[in-house]
C-alpha cells in the first residue's frame, strides 16, 4: 500500500523540490473557498478547496514573490497526471493566474505550459525545473524580464505584508502588473480591466495597486472613477441608437394589464419556491412604474396572506428611488418580517450592500453590460447569518442575454498623464 497524499506531500515531495532549488521562502500553501452547488433547486456549500504548492520566483532578495506555477500533489500510488486537470482548472479560470502547472505522485510529474498549451510525458522528480527554469520560461513568455523597470510594481511588496490579502486578491493585481509591463514593453497603451464579485475585495485591490505602484516609484497622478456618471456617459450611445426602441418597450411594460400579469407571473415564482417573503430588488423601468409594481405586489400578497389565513406582514413591498424610499435600505437589510420587496429603477443598481438577497427581477430593458452585470451583482455575496448560499435571476426583459458580453471603455485623451482605475461594483 502507497503513502497518503499528505505523507506524499511530506516525505517525497517536499525532498524533490527542495532539492530543485525550492525553498520555503519559494512556497506558498494557500486555500481556496469550497464552491457552492445547486442540486435539485437547493444549494450546498462544499468544503475549502486547497491547492498543495504555489511556487514563486523573487527578483531579489528583498522583493515580493511572484506566484507563477502550482502544484497538485496526489497520492503515491496514482498516476503521476491523476491531479493534472484539477490543478489546470485552478490557472484555466484566473483565480490563481499562474503559468507553470505540475501534477506529482511523489515520484514523477507532469508538467502544463499555459504559455505553449502543451503537457508533458511523465518526468522523475529529479528533473523537476529550478526556480532559475521557470523563471527564464516566464519572462520568455510574457516578454518582460523581472529586472525591468517596467516590472518593477511586480516585484514591489505589499505595504503591511501579505497576511491580509485573499489568494484571488494577488491574482488579480499580479494581472494587472503583467499587463501593464507587457504594454510598455511592446509600446501600447497600459489599459486593464479587472472584473470581479461583490464582496471579492476590489477596494483593497485598487487600494494596493496604487500603492505598489507609488512605491515602485512610478505613479504620477491617479484618477479613481465610480459609477454613476461615468456608466452614463459609457452607455450614451447605445441608448441614442435604441432611443425609439427602448421608449415602444418601456411604454408597453407600463401599461396596467401588462404591469398585472408580470407581477403575478413573478408572485406565483415566489410561492412555488417556499414563500413570497424573500428578499427581493425588482429593477423598473421609470419611477412610476416603481410605484405601480409595488403596489401590484404588495395587493397580490395581501390576497394570498388571505387565503392562506395568515396576518400580512407589515411593508411587504416598497418603491426605493431617487424620489423616495430611501430611509428603508436598513429595514430591507437588517428587517426579518418586514420591507421583503424593493422596486427601483437605479437607486440599487450600486453601493448598496444586502447579503441577504434572495431574488434579482428584472422589470426593465436594459441595453449596457456594466449596468447589467452591476444589477446582479447585488445579489452575489454569501450570507451566513440566513444561510443564503445563492440567489435567482428572474428575466422579463431579456437582460440576462447580456452575460457575456464585453464593454470598451473609451480611449483617453492622448495629452492624459496619469494612471486611471475604473472602480465598478458588482
Not at 486555500?31 to 523573487?58: F, H, M, N, Q, S
Not at 502544463?112 to 508533458?120: C, I, L, S, V
Not at 409595488?294 to 416598497?318: H, R, S
Amino acid at each position: 500500500m502507497g503513502l497518503t497524499e499528505s505523507d506524499t506531500r511530506a516525505k517525497l515531495i517536499d525532498p524533490a523540490i527542495h532539492a530543485r532549488g525550492w525553498t520555503e521562502e519559494h512556497i506558498r500553501r494557500e486555500e481556496t473557498a469550497g464552491t457552492v452547488e445547486i442540486i435539485d433547486g437547493k444549494p450546498r456549500k462544499k468544503a475549502k478547496g486547497r491547492v498543495d504548492y504555489v511556487l514563486r520566483l523573487k527578483a531579489s532578495p528583498d522583493s515580493q514573490p511572484i506566484a507563477i506555477a502550482i502544484i497538485e500533489a496526489k497520492a503515491e500510488n496514482l498516476a503521476p497526471n491523476h491531479g493534472l486537470e484539477q490543478a489546470k482548472s485552478y490557472a484555466a479560470c484566473k483565480r490563481m493566474n499562474v503559468q507553470f502547472v505540475f501534477s506529482s505522485n511523489g515520484h514523477q510529474f507532469v508538467e502544463y505550459d499555459q504559455f505553449t498549451g502543451k503537457t508533458t510525458q511523465p518526468q522523475p522528480m529529479a528533473y523537476f525545473p529550478t526556480p532559475k527554469d521557470l523563471q527564464i520560461r516566464y519572462e520568455q513568455g510574457m516578454g518582460f524580464d523581472l529586472s525591468d523597470p517596467s516590472a518593477k510594481p511586480l516585484s514591489t511588496k505589499y505595504v503591511g505584508g501579505e497576511a491580509t490579502r485573499r489568494y484571488y486578491q494577488d491574482a488579480a493585481i499580479r494581472s494587472v502588473f503583467e499587463k501593464i509591463a507587457q504594454c510598455q514593453k511592446r509600446g501600447t497603451e497600459k489599459r486593464a480591466l479587472l472584473s470581479l464579485a461583490t464582496g471579492a475585495g476590489k477596494t483593497f485591490i485598487a487600494v494596493h495597486l496604487l500603492k505598489r505602484i507609488a512605491d515602485s516609484g512610478q505613479l504620477k497622478r491617479a484618477l479613481f472613477v465610480c459609477d454613476r456618471d461615468e456608466l452614463r456617459t459609457q452607455g450614451l450611445a447605445a441608448f441614442q441608437k435604441e432611443t425609439y426602441e427602448k421608449n415602444a418597450f418601456e411604454n408597453g411594460i407600463l401599461l396596467p394589464d401588462r404591469v398585472a400579469a408580470m407581477c403575478q407571473d413573478l408572485f406565483q415564482y415566489f410561492v412555488d419556491n417556499g414563500t413570497p417573503e424573500q428578499k427581493t430588488i425588482i429593477f423598473c423601468a421609470r419611477d412610476r412604474h416603481a410605484d405601480d409594481v409595488a403596489a401590484t405586489m404588495n395587493n397580490l400578497y395581501v390576497d394570498w396572506c388571505k387565503k392562506q389565513g395568515k396576518q400580512p406582514l407589515e411593508t411587504f413591498a416598497f418603491k426605493c428611488t431617487a424620489a423616495g424610499g430611501k430611509d428603508y435600505l436598513a429595514e430591507l437589510r437588517g428587517a426579518s418580517r418586514s420591507h421583503f420587496i424593493a422596486t427601483t429603477v437605479d437607486l440599487l443598481t450600486t453601493g448598496v450592500d444586502v447579503p441577504c438577497l434572495q431574488n434579482i427581477v428584472f422589470f426593465k430593458y436594459v441595453r449596457s453590460p456594466i449596468g447589467f452585470y452591476q444589477m446582479i451583482g447585488r445579489g452575489t455575496r454569501l450570507d451566513p447569518p440566513t444561510g443564503k448560499l445563492m440567489f435567482r435571476i428572474y428575466d422579463y426583459t431579456n437582460a440576462t442575454d447580456l452575460f457575456g458580453r464585453t464593454f470598451i471603455t473609451r480611449k483617453p485623451r492622448e495629452d492624459a498623464d496619469f494612471f486611471s482605475l475604473s472602480g465598478h461594483e458588482k
